[in-house]
């Protein structure tokens, strides 16, 4: 019975009767309510309806509760039962063979039960299965009780002088800020368990031989100088924003002090459109369209050079993937960042100082360039800080046309790695979970966190301070 | 403060503080519209040099949108258009092969709310010569600058700390600088489009000192919602209304015998 109790689809089941318990609890309290009116007397201090909603809060907080403990510690406790009744054969077990042990079982289970010739193992997922099924059982009954219990106690409440409509408001703020708090709890998370894996790693490998070596193999030897992938990403994001600084910012320019209205509601939405595109496409496109042409200018460049006699050999390395081709492609990509957030600032900029200018006799060029640049400067570089933070996060480009060797060179026609095409890498295939290989990715992924974090609160600031000078 | 004649900044004659007698600016059937929609009638109004004229009126009279044709601002406005012909010198600044670049030149202007630009007290009132080559070195630029604040009155309090954004003065403060601004760039008229509305009376009292100081030198026009202040700082006025030119005359004439009942029931407070 117990193990039968074990195969409950628990979600569909915690879902029906959170669903029948608040709507249940809705309508006795409402029509608790409502018996009051028709029976004459006071008037209500609330509507019947707030009456329903506060017994249906009731109603759902209990199991709601019930079924939180649940997800956390229900594997946890059935799997501590059943260690404490294992035989005295596993007590030779280390406590991480016997912890794998523990999973595979807890796997088993979830497929159903085990069906095959090891005794051994059938007995225990069988028991495990059993202590499974009378947690849920439990975790249903405790839910049932709280929940009958809750609607018991809020129905009492129902009177004319109760106050169930402030009560109401209060339940749903509290809920929104639970909605708040589940974004912050899962950033916090993250991050710890970032810092937690990072810890590892650098528990293994020394943090300055990570931070300033400049060999990096961590995928047949253990070599874990990650040098030139902070080079190969700040290379690409540096020929990015080459392309994308000036494009994004006389776009920027153009739109807001030139265009007219109509151009701008057209011209814009299309250039922010590129943000949209999803980036696999601009990797393909990077790899089969942009890639070979800086391969062929590259080998036009070294012949050219050999002719002339400038050279006996080649310059460049014409390789196949490049840091020119992603870069080029990624500077596209980035380019609505810093149009678009420039465009408003400039627009920001009050009239008055255009205005001013232009009665000093400036010219529009004048204005712009020595009233209104300066004027939108701080919000300009904040626009470009959140571009290049984009722009060393982006991952799908680079793998596709940056390349996987991790090499610090300054031509951009060879290949180039970065952090972000190391930690797909490092993830992808057979991991164990246990190796620094596998550990180093979280170590990177500290780094391009705290380096994108970094410029984010530095382009916030400079915003926000932006928009107190002028508002 | 300075009250010495200097050919390099005033405008032209000489400070004998008379007003003088022939038109600075002649404006005839000047209308404006705003996408089609007429803003300003047929205005036809001469403006004397070496004297304060102020345009009065009820808000959305178009003193504003009259004042802005006079150094053709109205053209940074979308879909705004002006006909008429306005003198200045003997040409028509309106007409097509006239630079409103120069003209704004020759036209400074100060605005309802300060708008110092984003930049030092000192580079604020270096802007204008240096963008139209006034000056040849450093020392002709200082020259200038001092020469600016003082004739705006500024100079005493701001000094010690030129290298400060100009947005670091008060409000009082700022409108001089803007009125030590428009000076700089030497021109011959200066419109004012309600100077003091964004002031308390302190700060009023010593701008409108400053336009009578200035008057002895330049062509001022000044729009005002104030008929204490165009009384107290004017020698001419006009009143506007609905768009048209109701009235024109001198200052005193226009308050104690107006010849229209409009003018008369404004500057009575009967409305407006
Ligand atoms: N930029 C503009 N676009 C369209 N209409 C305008 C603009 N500026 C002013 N107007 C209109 O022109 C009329 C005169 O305005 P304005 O010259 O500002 O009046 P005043 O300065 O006397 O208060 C008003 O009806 C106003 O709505
Ligand atoms: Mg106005």
Known sequence: MAQELGQLPMGWLLTALIVIVVASGFSIGRIRAERYLIAGGQKFHSRGNYHGYYVAMWGFIPPLLVAGLYVLFAKPTALGLLSSELPEAFHTLSSAELQSYLESVANAAAMGGYSGSDLVFATVTGRYLELWGSLKGATLALMLAGAVTGIMYARRKVSPAFRARLRVERGAEAFLFLCAAIAIATTVGIVASLLYESLRFFAEVPFTDFLFGTRWNAQTSAEFGALPLFFGTFMIALIAMLVAAPVGLFSAIYLSEYASVRTRRYVKPLLEMLAGIPTVVYGFFALLVIAPAVRASALGINSFLIELGAANGPVLAAQPTSALAAGLVMGVMVIPFVSSLSDDVINAVPDSLRDGAFAMGATKSETIKQIILPAALPGIVASMLLAVSRAIGETMIVVMAAGQRARISFDPSTDLTTITVQIVALLTGETEFDSPKTLSAFALGLVLFVVTLIFNLIALRVVQRYRDKYE | ?272
């Open chain 2, 1 to 272: 403060m300075d009250t010495t004649y200097d050919p390099a900044l005033a405008g032209e004659g000489a400070d004998d503080g008379q007003p003088l007698l022939y038109p600075r600016i002649d404006c005839r059937d000047v209308s404006v519209f705003y996408s089609g929609k007429q803003a300003v009638f047929d205005v036809s109004l001469p403006v004397f040099d070496r004297s304060v004229t102020a345009l009065i009126g009820p808000s959305g009279c178009g003193k504003s949108t009259f004042l802005r044709c006079l150094n053709r601002m109205n053209d940074t406005i979308d879909g705004a258009k002006v006909t008429g012909e306005i003198f200045m010198d003997g040409e028509n600044i309106n007409s097509s092969h006239i630079d409103p670049v120069l003209l704004r030149s020759r036209v400074g202007m100060v605005f309802q709310k300060p708008n110092p630009f984003p930049k030092s007290i000192y580079d604020n009132i270096a802007y204008g010569p240096r963008i139209h080559g006034l000056v040849d070195d450093r020392q002709e630029l200082d020259a200038i600058v001092e020469k600016s604040l003082r004739r705006a009155g500024l100079w005493e309090e701001v000094k010690d700390r030129l290298g400060q954004p100009g947005t670091s003065l008060s409000g009082g403060q700022q409108q001089r600088l803007c009125i030590a601004r428009a000076i700089a760039v030497r021109p011959e008229v200066i419109l004012m489009d309600e100077p003091c509305s964004s002031l308390d009376p302190i700060a009023t009292a010593r701008i409108e000192e400053l336009i009578d100081e200035l008057r002895k030198r330049y062509c001022i026009v000044i729009v005002t919602h104030s008929m204490q202040q165009a009384a107290r700082v004017s020698q001419r006025t006009a009143f506007f209304h609905l768009g048209h030119l109701v009235e024109m005359g001198d200052t005193d004439q226009i308050f104690t015998s107006p010849r229209e009942r409009r003018t008369e029931d404004y500057i009575t407070g009967r409305f407006g």
